[in-house]
């Protein structure tokens, strides 16, 4: 019931864009993004919660796409900072509310380059 | 305001000892998820407890792993006789445990089994 993730691993030049997937073979309530830099915590971007939102926070947005079970994580103008691993954690949906634990995917490897 | 607060930092054991790992959650916080990383993967989930309640233990082994979060104090993730494979830095996270509350992500325990 993992997530998966795409791509596993993306270099950008500065200034660059991405998109990184996360979908799911079952029900999602709420999906969240987080980041992690090189033996750092975890830190948390955004909640998206089912009903098909899209969200920002400075130059980076999601969306949750409820039909196909999947979010996208998108990166524009992508800075030096944003290099990390992002990793998108699914709570299911369960009798109409959600299970309660967070479940992450493997994670997509971001590497921005000057 | 205080974060989540986990100690030690790193910690080193010989085969067939005993780690005990700490947990205090964000004040208000009564939901506490722990989560193992080993070196370039992803955040596997073990366990997911409220105060004195195990919510969902289903990621974590039957054997010789434990965790509980008492009513008074942190909670505590206990490995008992590890082993090399147990080496990994284990993260607590913790949430008001409402259904769109993010987790917040301590700093890790970098366990290292000799």
């Known amino acids: 019931q993992q997530p998966v993730q795409s791509p596993q691993a993306v270099i950008l030049r500065e200034g660059e864009d991405a998109v990184i997937n996360c979908s799911s073979s079952?029900?999602?309530?709420?999906v969240h993004w987080y980041r992690q830099k090189h033996g750092e915590a975890p830190v948390f971007l955004m909640i998206?919660?089912?009903?098909?939102e899209q969200k920002g926070h400075e130059k980076i947005s999601a969306s949750f796409n409820e039909k196909k079970q999947q979010s996208s994580l998108y990166l524009t103008a992508s800075q030096l900072s944003y290099s990390g691993t992002y990793f998108c954690g699914a709570k299911f949906l369960n009798y109409g509310g959600s299970q309660g634990n967070l479940i992450f995917g493997k994670g997509t490897k971001l590497s921005v380059k000057p | 305001n205080a974060g989540v607060m986990q100690n030690p930092r790193h910690l080193v054991r010989r085969r067939g000892q005993e780690a005990r790992l700490r947990c205090s959650p964000m004040k208000g916080h009564s939901h506490v998820y722990w989560y193992r990383q080993l070196p370039e993967e992803g955040l596997k989930f073990m366990v997911y407890l409220q105060k004195e309640n195990i919510i969902d233990e289903s990621g974590m082994p039957k054997e010789r792993f434990s965790a509980e979060f008492p009513k008074e104090g942190p909670s505590i993730l206990r490995i008992q006789q590890v082993v090399r494979g147990d080496s990994a830095a284990y993260f607590c996270?913790?949430?008001?445990?409402?259904?769109?509350?993010?987790?917040?992500f301590g700093n890790g325990t970098r366990l290292t089994v000799t």
């Open positions: 996270a913790s949430s008001l445990g409402t259904d769109n509350s993010p987790l917040h």
């Open positions: 998206l919660l089912k009903g098909g």
């Open positions: 079952k029900a999602l309530y709420s």
